[in-house]
């Protein structure tokens, strides 16, 4: 018989239920070590201690589920693509791939593959001629080269009238070319003996052009057909537009006619991104920015007036003087204006309203120069008046960046097409400065005087390291620049990335500080006008009137005073007469006595 017996007891009588959670350490005392105790240390010799029982251990196993796994190929034809890009589209699908390889991280993994290939091809070889035996020895890094830049060449105009370089283009293949074009800017300054051609010029040979255009007008600007190298289009002073063929000679091919032209000099012109490869668009002083067909130059394909008011009135557009497009956003471009404005727009709005979206205002005068920063679209620089300056599409209040009043007037800029942190700025006096906002901010890397006339012009070579300057007296200045300024270096896209997002951030913020003071003044002004209406309701007096009848009060009470001092004078001048009497009085009795 199994005897059980069951013990009850209550939880109260448990005591506290332990809760037991994880935790980081935490230290709860501190002992500092007392040096006194030192001096009691005693080494203890080496002995060995013998010990019957040890803690037991027991065998512990623990089997996993197993996972196969195995690689496979596929055949991919065509797919893959995002969502938004039309596959069968041509356009679309080069503008993704430019974006994709402009991409660091495409970099980064085709270097990878690309070591895993040449690995499985080396297996093939018997012998590899091409190995490195030294290729682990630690290489010894140059010393950091100072920046700097040399003359090449100065191609001068030909010309016994002197006149301003006002526009370069580069040769898109090869570089070897560049064409400048040249005209006088000064009103009415232009005398009858100036010749309207522009040139070609070959880099090797500064001596002689190695073609002639002789266009209607003076060339303001031209530009190379990315598509087709031999093709040129350029914008006139009276404001017709002309294409060349350098295949057909020196005469225009088309241009455009005089009714339908821009009526300002065309101060910019660009090609447009398209499949034929024959569309452009002109920008000039008018405030109208024009498309045009080079196939049928009879009139424009497109017209936008630059009205700030959306309303379309040329009485009241902005002049447009520097224009930019970039190809990987093919509906977006940008507007500088002879008002310190720029412009942003969208072609592809339904109305004319629409495609001005919005304006950004940071110069005093002309934005004679605008680009886009060939690493990071969303960034934008611009010159005008005694700075240069850095923006971003997301701030539309102020620049993200900017340089110091320069002494002298900036005339052009442009990007590095090789290291985003680089731009270049030209002055009128002659003076090319490059600026680096990784190294500093402040001050330029490298200034150059490159001559003692004023620089109108500037343009760099695809390869960022050939760079060309126009003068006002018709000299084309080719310069080199070093290496440690035209290669790009380590982490330099992540950084500038990264310094462009800290100083996009700190701008909203200054923003969203400003929005709220104007809210708050905002607010504080109808709250006085609210209590202001409320005490006219009520009978009281306004302020104003608060302020006068005490103004009133003071100056009667001034007035009292000073009609009360005046009587008191009075009685003390009175008294003063009645003293002076009785002393002549008294002075006169003695006298009578004696006689």
């Known amino acids: 018989m199994e005897i059980v017996s069951v013990y009850s007891r209550r939880r109260a009588e448990f005591g506290r239920q332990c809760v037991f959670s994880d935790r980081p350490a935490e230290l709860l005392a501190d002992v500092p070590p007392d040096p006194t105790l030192a001096q009691h240390f005693v080494h203890r010799d080496p002995s060995d201690v013998a010990t019957q029982c040890s803690q037991e251990m027991s065998e512990h196993e623990v089997n996993t589920e197993r996972f196969e796994s195995e690689s496979r190929g596929i055949n991919h034809v065509e797919g893959g693509w995002p969502k938004d890009v039309n596959p069968q589209e041509m356009e679309q699908t080069i503008r993704f791939r430019k974006k994709v390889e402009k991409d660091e991280n495409y970099v980064n993994s085709v270097l990878q593959l690309g070591s895993i290939m040449e690995h499985c091809i080396k297996q093939n070889n018997a012998i590899d001629i091409y190995q490195e035996y030294f290729e682990d020895e630690e290489v010894v890094e140059e010393a950091q080269e100072q920046p700097s830049a040399k003359t090449i060449n100065v191609f001068r105009d030909p010309n016994e009238v002197k006149r301003t370089v006002t526009g370069l283009s580069w040769h898109p293949d090869g570089s070897r070319k560049l064409a400048a074009a040249y005209s006088c800017l000064d009103f009415q300054k232009a005398s009858k003996d100036m010749s309207s051609d522009s040139y070609i010029w070959d880099i090797e040979n500064p001596n002689k052009p190695e073609m002639t255009l002789k266009p209607v007008s003076p060339l303001v600007c031209l530009d190379y057909n990315p598509k087709d190298s031999h093709t040129l289009v350029g914008g006139c002073y009276n404001g017709q537009i002309a294409y060349w063929d350098t295949r057909r000679g020196s005469q225009p091919v088309e241009f455009s006619s005089v009714e339908q032209s821009h009526r300002d000099p065309v101060y910019k012109i660009i090609w447009l991104q398209s499949k034929t490869g024959t569309d452009t668009f002109s920008a000039s002083t008018d405030g109208q920015v024009l498309w045009w067909d080079i196939r049928k130059m009879s009139e424009p394909t497109e017209r936008l007036v630059l009205d700030p008011s959306k309303e379309g009135n040329l009485d009241n557009a902005l002049g447009a003087i520097s224009l930019e497009f970039e190809p990987t956003m093919p509906t977006k471009f940008m507007v500088g ?149 035209s290669t790009l270096q380590r982490n330099e896209k992540s950084l500038v990335a990264a310094m462009f997002e800290r100083e996009t951030k700190r701008e909203k913020i200054l923003e969203a500080r400003q929005r709220e003071i104007r809210l708050k003044e905002r607010s504080r002004s109808e709250q006085s006008r609210e209590d202001e209406s409320n005490r006219e309701a009520e009978g009281e007096e306004r302020p104003e009137e608060l302020t006068a009848r005490a103004e009133a009060e003071f100056y009667s009470v001034v007035e009292s005073e000073v009609r009360r001092r005046e009587k008191e004078e009075e009685k003390h001048r009175e008294k003063g007469v009645c003293e002076e009497k009785e002393v002549e009085d008294g002075a006169e009795k003695p006298d009578d006595i004696t006689h």
């Open 337 to 485: 204006t002879e008002q310190g404005l720029v412009v942003s727009c969208n072609r592809k709005a339904k109305t004319p309203a629409e495609k001005i979206v919005c304006t950004f205002d940071g110069h005093h005068g002309p934005v004679y120069a605008l680009q886009r920063n060939p690493f990071f679209p969303k960034n934008f620089l611009t010159v005008g008046d005694w700075t240069a300056r850095i923006w971003s599409e997301d701030i539309k209040e102020s620049s993200i960046m900017w340089t110091k009043y320069q002494m002298s007037y900036l005339t052009d800029a442009c990007w590095s097409p090789v290291r985003p942190s680089v731009f270049f700025t030209v002055k009128m006096d002659g003076t090319l400065d490059v600026w680096d906002v990784l190294f500093k901010q402040n001050d330029p890397t490298l200034s150059l005087k490159v001559c003692d006339e004023a620089l109108y012009s500037l343009r760099v070579q695809d390869n960022g390291r050939f760079l060309a300057c126009g003068s006002q007296q018709g000299n084309a200045t080719l310069l080199e620049i070093c290496p440690g300024l």
